[in-house]
Protein backbone atom coordinates (compact mmCIF):
# COMPACT_ATOMS: atom_id res chain seq x y z
CA UNK A 1 0.00 0.00 0.00
CA UNK A 2 1.20 3.64 -1.02
CA UNK A 3 1.61 6.04 2.11
CA UNK A 4 2.02 9.84 2.04
CA UNK A 5 4.61 11.53 4.95
CA UNK A 6 4.45 15.57 5.48
CA UNK A 7 6.78 15.83 7.97
CA UNK A 8 6.55 19.64 9.06
CA UNK A 9 2.75 19.54 10.50
CA UNK A 10 2.90 23.10 11.65
CA UNK A 11 5.23 26.00 9.95
CA UNK A 12 5.39 29.49 11.07
CA UNK A 13 6.97 32.29 8.83
CA UNK A 14 7.36 35.65 8.45
CA UNK A 15 6.98 37.53 5.08
CA UNK A 16 9.60 37.17 3.14
CA UNK A 17 10.93 34.07 4.35
CA UNK A 18 11.99 31.38 2.03
CA UNK A 19 9.87 27.88 2.45
CA UNK A 20 10.28 24.00 1.65
CA UNK A 21 7.21 21.49 2.62
CA UNK A 22 8.63 18.02 2.74
CA UNK A 23 6.52 15.36 0.92
CA UNK A 24 8.04 12.01 1.10
CA UNK A 25 5.87 8.76 -0.14
CA UNK A 26 6.50 5.08 0.02
CA UNK A 27 5.00 3.27 -3.50
CA UNK A 28 7.30 1.46 -5.90
CA UNK A 29 5.82 1.96 -8.87
CA UNK A 30 5.24 4.99 -11.20
CA UNK A 31 3.18 7.51 -9.75
CA UNK A 32 1.64 10.71 -10.27
CA UNK A 33 2.39 13.62 -7.65
CA UNK A 34 0.24 16.38 -6.64
CA UNK A 35 0.22 19.27 -4.14
CA UNK A 36 -3.22 20.76 -3.19
CA UNK A 37 -4.07 23.96 -0.77
CA UNK A 38 -6.78 25.00 1.90
CA UNK A 39 -6.68 28.53 1.79
CA UNK A 40 -9.05 29.57 4.91
CA UNK A 41 -12.90 28.91 4.15
CA UNK A 42 -12.04 27.66 0.96
CA UNK A 43 -12.25 24.74 -0.84
CA UNK A 44 -9.00 22.08 -1.66
CA UNK A 45 -7.65 23.47 -5.07
CA UNK A 46 -4.48 22.26 -6.82
CA UNK A 47 -1.24 24.15 -6.66
CA UNK A 48 0.57 21.65 -8.81
CA UNK A 49 1.58 18.26 -10.39
CA UNK A 50 4.00 16.03 -11.57
CA UNK A 51 3.36 13.55 -14.09
CA UNK A 52 6.46 13.38 -15.95
CA UNK A 53 8.95 15.04 -17.67
CA UNK A 54 11.43 17.84 -15.98
CA UNK A 55 11.23 17.00 -12.44
CA UNK A 56 11.03 20.42 -11.21
CA UNK A 57 7.64 22.17 -11.60
CA UNK A 58 6.25 25.15 -11.25
CA UNK A 59 2.75 25.89 -10.14
CA UNK A 60 0.68 28.71 -9.20
CA UNK A 61 0.91 31.81 -6.93
CA UNK A 62 5.15 31.46 -6.92
CA UNK A 63 5.45 27.81 -5.86
CA UNK A 64 7.59 24.98 -7.36
CA UNK A 65 8.13 21.24 -6.70
CA UNK A 66 11.17 19.31 -7.08
CA UNK A 67 10.38 15.18 -7.74
CA UNK A 68 13.33 13.13 -6.73
CA UNK A 69 12.99 9.91 -7.68
CA UNK A 70 15.64 8.17 -5.54
CA UNK A 71 14.20 9.64 -1.96
CA UNK A 72 10.64 9.33 -3.29
CA UNK A 73 10.40 12.81 -2.62
CA UNK A 74 8.03 15.84 -3.72
CA UNK A 75 9.06 18.76 -1.89
CA UNK A 76 7.25 21.96 -1.72
CA UNK A 77 9.54 25.20 -2.12
CA UNK A 78 8.13 29.20 -2.66
CA UNK A 79 11.53 31.68 -2.25
CA UNK A 80 9.56 34.33 -0.62
CA UNK A 81 6.06 33.75 1.23
CA UNK A 82 3.12 36.59 1.80
CA UNK A 83 0.57 36.34 4.08
CA UNK A 84 -1.98 35.21 1.75
CA UNK A 85 -0.03 31.93 1.52
CA UNK A 86 -1.56 30.95 5.11
CA UNK A 87 -3.03 27.75 4.36
CA UNK A 88 -3.18 24.16 5.18
CA UNK A 89 -0.98 22.03 2.53
CA UNK A 90 -1.51 18.49 1.45
CA UNK A 91 0.56 16.42 -0.77
CA UNK A 92 -0.93 13.28 -2.65
CA UNK A 93 0.30 10.42 -4.67
CA UNK A 94 -1.68 8.76 -7.30
CA UNK A 95 -0.34 5.45 -8.62
CA UNK A 96 -0.13 5.32 -12.22
CA UNK A 97 -2.16 2.34 -13.39
CA UNK A 98 -3.95 -0.26 -11.68
CA UNK A 99 -6.80 0.49 -9.19
CA UNK A 100 -7.33 4.08 -8.19
CA UNK A 101 -6.68 4.58 -4.94
CA UNK A 102 -5.12 8.58 -4.55
CA UNK A 103 -3.12 8.90 -0.95
CA UNK A 104 -3.19 12.18 0.63
CA UNK A 105 -0.68 13.23 3.56
CA UNK A 106 -1.97 14.27 6.57
CA UNK A 107 -1.13 18.50 5.91
CA UNK A 108 0.86 21.22 6.84
CA UNK A 109 -0.41 24.17 8.10
CA UNK A 110 1.40 27.27 7.11
CA UNK A 111 0.82 30.64 8.80
CA UNK A 112 2.65 33.85 7.76
CA UNK A 113 2.65 36.18 9.58
CA UNK A 114 2.80 40.21 7.91
CA UNK B 1 -18.96 28.44 -13.96
CA UNK B 2 -20.45 26.58 -10.92
CA UNK B 3 -17.98 24.45 -8.83
CA UNK B 4 -18.48 21.26 -7.78
CA UNK B 5 -21.53 21.64 -4.54
CA UNK B 6 -22.07 19.33 -1.74
CA UNK B 7 -25.46 18.83 0.43
CA UNK B 8 -25.96 19.42 3.28
CA UNK B 9 -23.33 21.19 4.24
CA UNK B 10 -24.00 20.25 7.76
CA UNK B 11 -25.52 17.05 9.04
CA UNK B 12 -25.83 16.00 12.77
CA UNK B 13 -27.16 12.29 12.90
CA UNK B 14 -27.39 9.72 16.17
CA UNK B 15 -25.75 6.65 16.12
CA UNK B 16 -27.15 3.74 14.42
CA UNK B 17 -29.01 6.09 11.95
CA UNK B 18 -28.10 6.02 8.53
CA UNK B 19 -27.21 9.11 5.76
CA UNK B 20 -27.19 10.58 2.54
CA UNK B 21 -24.40 12.54 0.95
CA UNK B 22 -25.16 14.76 -1.81
CA UNK B 23 -22.80 15.73 -5.27
CA UNK B 24 -22.80 17.57 -8.30
CA UNK B 25 -19.71 17.99 -10.08
CA UNK B 26 -18.51 20.40 -12.50
CA UNK B 27 -20.61 20.67 -15.83
CA UNK B 28 -18.76 18.00 -18.10
CA UNK B 29 -16.83 15.96 -15.73
CA UNK B 30 -17.75 12.68 -15.54
CA UNK B 31 -15.54 11.15 -12.75
CA UNK B 32 -16.83 11.72 -9.23
CA UNK B 33 -14.55 10.88 -5.73
CA UNK B 34 -15.51 11.06 -2.30
CA UNK B 35 -13.26 11.29 0.89
CA UNK B 36 -13.30 11.53 4.24
CA UNK B 37 -11.44 13.95 6.22
CA UNK B 38 -11.16 13.76 9.73
CA UNK B 39 -9.70 16.46 11.92
CA UNK B 40 -5.96 17.07 11.69
CA UNK B 41 -5.69 14.47 8.78
CA UNK B 42 -5.49 14.80 5.26
CA UNK B 43 -8.33 13.47 2.94
CA UNK B 44 -8.92 9.48 3.23
CA UNK B 45 -10.24 8.05 -0.13
CA UNK B 46 -13.40 6.45 -0.05
CA UNK B 47 -14.74 5.48 -3.42
CA UNK B 48 -14.48 6.56 -7.22
CA UNK B 49 -17.38 6.47 -10.03
CA UNK B 50 -16.70 6.70 -13.32
CA UNK B 51 -19.13 6.71 -16.09
CA UNK B 52 -22.27 5.54 -13.19
CA UNK B 53 -19.63 2.40 -12.25
CA UNK B 54 -16.93 2.06 -9.51
CA UNK B 55 -13.59 2.08 -10.46
CA UNK B 56 -12.03 2.21 -6.88
CA UNK B 57 -12.55 1.65 -3.25
CA UNK B 58 -10.32 2.52 -0.36
CA UNK B 59 -10.03 0.72 3.31
CA UNK B 60 -14.09 1.83 4.69
CA UNK B 61 -16.15 -1.10 5.52
CA UNK B 62 -19.65 -1.92 3.60
CA UNK B 63 -21.77 -0.23 5.99
CA UNK B 64 -19.86 2.84 3.05
CA UNK B 65 -21.51 2.39 -0.43
CA UNK B 66 -22.04 5.12 -3.11
CA UNK B 67 -23.36 5.56 -6.41
CA UNK B 68 -23.29 7.88 -9.43
CA UNK B 69 -26.60 8.70 -11.45
CA UNK B 70 -27.09 9.27 -15.22
CA UNK B 71 -26.52 13.20 -14.65
CA UNK B 72 -22.97 12.12 -13.11
CA UNK B 73 -23.93 13.55 -9.65
CA UNK B 74 -23.33 10.62 -6.78
CA UNK B 75 -24.98 10.26 -3.36
CA UNK B 76 -22.84 8.73 -0.35
CA UNK B 77 -24.73 6.41 2.00
CA UNK B 78 -23.36 5.32 5.13
CA UNK B 79 -25.58 2.94 7.52
CA UNK B 80 -25.34 2.11 10.91
CA UNK B 81 -23.68 5.32 11.77
CA UNK B 82 -20.79 4.98 14.60
CA UNK B 83 -19.30 7.91 16.55
CA UNK B 84 -15.70 7.43 14.23
CA UNK B 85 -17.52 8.27 11.76
CA UNK B 86 -17.71 12.17 12.16
CA UNK B 87 -15.58 13.70 9.75
CA UNK B 88 -15.63 16.28 6.89
CA UNK B 89 -16.81 14.29 3.43
CA UNK B 90 -15.72 15.87 0.38
CA UNK B 91 -16.46 15.34 -3.13
CA UNK B 92 -13.71 16.08 -6.22
CA UNK B 93 -14.98 15.42 -9.59
CA UNK B 94 -12.91 15.39 -12.64
CA UNK B 95 -13.09 15.39 -16.82
CA UNK B 96 -12.14 11.61 -16.59
CA UNK B 97 -10.78 8.64 -14.75
CA UNK B 98 -7.03 8.83 -15.39
CA UNK B 99 -4.55 9.21 -12.62
CA UNK B 100 -3.78 12.65 -13.99
CA UNK B 101 -7.06 14.44 -14.20
CA UNK B 102 -6.76 16.75 -11.15
CA UNK B 103 -9.33 16.62 -8.72
CA UNK B 104 -11.66 19.64 -8.19
CA UNK B 105 -13.13 19.37 -5.20
CA UNK B 106 -16.03 20.76 -2.86
CA UNK B 107 -16.67 22.51 -0.08
CA UNK B 108 -17.67 18.93 2.06
CA UNK B 109 -20.29 17.72 4.28
CA UNK B 110 -19.68 17.78 8.09
CA UNK B 111 -21.50 15.42 9.32
CA UNK B 112 -21.92 14.88 13.30
CA UNK B 113 -22.31 11.61 14.66
CA UNK B 114 -23.77 11.62 18.29
Known amino acids: AQSVSQHNHHVILSEAASLELGCNYS??????LFWYVQYPGQHLQLLLK??????LVKGIKGFEAEFIKSKFSFNLRKPSVQWSDTAEYFCAVFSSGGSYIPTFGRGTSLIVHP | DAGVTQSPTHLIKTRGQHVTLRCSPISGHKSVSWYQQVLGQGPQFIFQYYEKEERGRGNFPDRFSARQFPNYSSELNVNALLLGDSALYLCASSFIQGNNSPLHFGNGTRLTVT
Open chain 1, 27 to 32: YGGTVN
Open chain 1, 50 to 55: YFSGDP
